[in-house]
């Protein structure tokens, strides 16, 4: 008896070590002249939608990409509204290329792989609006959860 609960202890420690690995790693996806800084989050209490109590939270952050930079292929763990506020970015999609330029809006789901170039001389800014996980710490940005392109 006492082997068989030290093994289920022992499972449920390597999990729990596993999963804080893997909320640790390193970001993976190749950026280049990209700076991120957070300007606000709150947890999501609620309201008219109790079911996001406790798990959700809002998230704004300010991306800037320098003239020349890059963010690789990615996706988001959550959606979001997006809006430039500077600049001009070339925006990848699977089946489409966008130029959004300061002033536009747009929304990402957060599960379609994208990338996204300055092609300009000026840098360029954007802000994202994002629901995420109440626990996340760091970025929102991962690899894809599809096959990357090659």
């Not at 990209?34 to 939608?49: C, F, M, S």
């Not at 925006?91 to 300061?102: C, G, Q, S």
């Amino acid at each position: 008896m006492m082997a068989t609960l030290c093994k289920v202890v022992l499972c449920f420690f390597a999990v729990g070590v596993l999963e804080m690995a893997q909320a640790q790693e390193p970001l993976k996806v190749d950026t280049k002249g990209v700076t991120a800084k957070i300007l606000y989050e709150a947890p999501i209490d609620g309201g008219h939608l109790p079911e996001l109590t406790g798990k959700y939270k809002m998230r704004i952050t300010e991306i800037t990409i320098a003239p020349g930079g890059q963010v690789g292929d990615h996706n988001h763990l959550g959606p979001g509204i997006r809006q430039m506020t500077a600049g001009e970015m070339e925006y990848i999609l699977p089946d489409k290329t966008v130029i959004y330029r300061a002033g536009d809006f747009f929304f990402e789901s957060g599960d379609v792989s994208h990338r996204v170039n300055n092609k300009t001389s000026e840098p360029n800014t954007h802000l994202l609006f994002e629901i995420l996980p109440l626990d996340l710490k760091g970025p929102s940005l991962i690899v894809p959860r599809n096959k990357p392109r090659q």
